[in-house]
């Protein structure tokens, strides 16, 4: 059964710039362990994530642009 949850706020740096997500709990779990998983601090992954999405035709939010990639991730779509 899922653990519905509202958004919690943490602040990232990105290319040394401050910046603030919200995501739901069961986000930053996911995104905690894809960055565990590649070796990198939950900072790089989300700065490499923003590098990707800006590259998009119409880019996404950083928070829209997280959440598509770590779907696209768990269901074997890339990431």
């Not at 986000?27 to 960055?35: C, D, G, P, Q, Y």
């Not at 565990?36 to 490499?48: H, Y």
Request: with cysteine; proline share 9%; net charge positive.
């Amino acid at each position: 059964m899922t653990e519905y949850a509202p958004p919690r706020k943490r602040s990232v740096l990105i290319a040394g710039h401050p910046t603030s997500i919200s995501l739901e709990p069961m986000f930053w779990t996911a995104l905690e362990a894809a960055a565990r998983e590649r070796g990198c601090p939950v900072n790089a992954l989300v700065a490499e994530i923003d590098v990707s999405r800006l590259d998009a035709e119409r880019p996404p939010n950083l928070t829209s642009g997280i959440r598509q990639w770590l779907f696209a991730r768990a269901t074997g779509s890339s990431g």
